[in-house]
């Protein structure tokens, strides 16, 4: 059994996988992590592995209490990946991204493909058929770009995301969704229609915290799985194992 660990910026998140079998899911906050991770070792005992990718401030000493328990691995740029990278600036491209790119590269073999992740940042990575990993975009999230209009303004309330009723907001509150979210789907398409120029065909990944809010709102049709980083940490552990 293996514990897969995805810190992000906001929360972290993870899975006790069985082979490719996802058995249980935890979501929890950064000051709850050794005393959530003890928890769930304790409910699966036959953890043998603790796997981790993180792009927040927790660094790899934050698990050394577990090392004597199981085998730990924390994810770097010095991992072998199973795809070619072509970042120009490949030590800066954040280890989630790099982790998206290999799950998608292993679960979808030789086609294009399109990760979105929409977290705290929402991230576009695109990996083409031969392998090669391109790049994409970084962009504010949902929940970012609400915070960061009422901390920038005046006048602006801090809502939560709610779905607008139409493109022509009526209110300040009706604006600001239809900004936020009609925004962002706007911005999908308009993402999906450069691609689609210039790549015939590509399959689309959509995953992160908002996934399944946005999946039903696209134009495109798209295959949402809000879980898909901490698969792809999974798969890319045993990629790494296979290949080391
Ligand atoms: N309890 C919650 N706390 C924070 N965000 C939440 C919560 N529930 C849903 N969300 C949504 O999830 C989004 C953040 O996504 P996610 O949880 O994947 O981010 P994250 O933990 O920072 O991960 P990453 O850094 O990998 O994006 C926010 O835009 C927000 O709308
Ligand atoms: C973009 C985020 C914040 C998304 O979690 C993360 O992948 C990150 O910190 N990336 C570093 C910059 C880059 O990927 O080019
Ligand atoms: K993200």
Redesign the pocket.
């Known amino acids: 059994m293996v514990l897969t660990v995805?810190i992000?910026?906001?929360?972290i998140?993870a899975s006790v996988f069985e082979g490719s079998t996802a058995l249980d899911n935890f979501i929890f906050e950064k000051k709850e992590l050794v005393e959530k991770i003890k928890n769930i070792l304790e409910k699966f005992p036959n953890c043998s592995d603790l796997v981790v990718a993180s792009?927040g401030n927790i660094e790899k000493q934050a698990f050394l209490t577990f090392e004597k328990q199981l085998k730990v691995h924390f994810f770097t740029h010095e991992d072998v990946f199973p795809f070619h990278n072509k970042y120009t600036t490949p030590k800066t491209l954040g280890i989630?991204r790099m982790i998206l790119a290999a799950g998608a590269t292993l679960k979808f073999p030789k086609q294009n493909r399109l990760v979105i992740?929409a977290?705290?940042?929402i991230t576009y990575d695109f990996i083409d058929e031969n392998d090669n990993y391109l790049g994409g975009a970084i962009s504010p999230?949902?929940?970012?770009r609400y915070e960061a209009m009422h901390n920038y303004t005046a006048r602006l309330p801090l809502l939560t995301?709610e779905a607008p009723e139409s493109y022509i907001g009526n209110s300040t509150t009706q604006a600001m969704h239809s900004g936020v979210v009609n925004g962002f789907v706007y911005e999908i398409d308009g993402f999906i229609d450069d691609y689609r120029r210039d790549f015939s065909n590509f399959i689309i990944i959509l995953t992160?915290?908002?996934a399944d809010f946005l999946a039903k709102r696209l134009k495109n049709t798209i295959f949402a799985n809000s879980n898909f980083?901490l698969e792809s940490l999974n798969q890319t552990y045993q990629y790494k194992i296979d290949n080391d």
Not at 8 to 11: A, D, E, F, K, P
Not at 141 to 144: A, D, V
């Open positions: 995805d992000g910026n906001t929360r998140k792009v989630d992740d977290g705290t940042c999230g949902l929940r970012l995301l992160g915290g908002d980083l």
